[in-house]
């Protein structure tokens, strides 16, 4: 079980809104493409001191594949509250490309499938990833479980909570 500030949909949802908006105002202000990071945590908890630490792992993924392919970052913004850590940048670079990259991030690192990395290009378009995701705990496609509720809030979060402690253990060896 996850601990920390529980988050009600009102929150979450003023939280969708300011994000939106912060997507917007980049893309207008620089006309380039926007990445948007932050973390899939099922629950009313998004964060806490270790999830945190994962967010800034994969922070500093994304930071390291752009510098990788040379792109500028034009303007970066966070937001730390308990709604969850948020990182919102316009990259000068194409977004096909960049959303790519963050994919294999996301496929890749041991708690990738704990980053949400979405890549919106010039029009306001979310990039889809070429693949599905899979689910937490039975890999199969990730969309099919949330709809059906196949797995509870406790099931998955126990699966979080262990991969996190697993990760931070390793990191701190």
Known sequence: MLI???VSLDEMLLCR?????CQEQLLSEYN???????LNIPGPIKTNADLYKV???????IITMINSLELP?????????????????????????IKDHTSLIEDHHTLGR??????????GNKLSREAY???LICNCQAQECASSRRHSIAEMQAVITKSVNDYLKKTND
């Open 133 to 135: 995701r899979k689910c």
């Open 55 to 61: 967010f800034e792992f994969g922070k500093q993924e």
């Open 17 to 21: 809104e300011r994000r939106a908006a």
């Open 4 to 6: 920390g500030d529980p």
């Open 73 to 97: 970052i034009l303007k970066s913004i966070q937001f730390s509250e308990k709604t969850g850590d948020e990182l919102i940048m316009s990259i000068d670079g194409k977004a096909e490309i």
């Open 114 to 123: 704990l980053f949400d990395i979405d890549v919106i290009d010039v029009n």
């Open 32 to 38: 380039c493409p926007v990445i948007s990071f932050c």
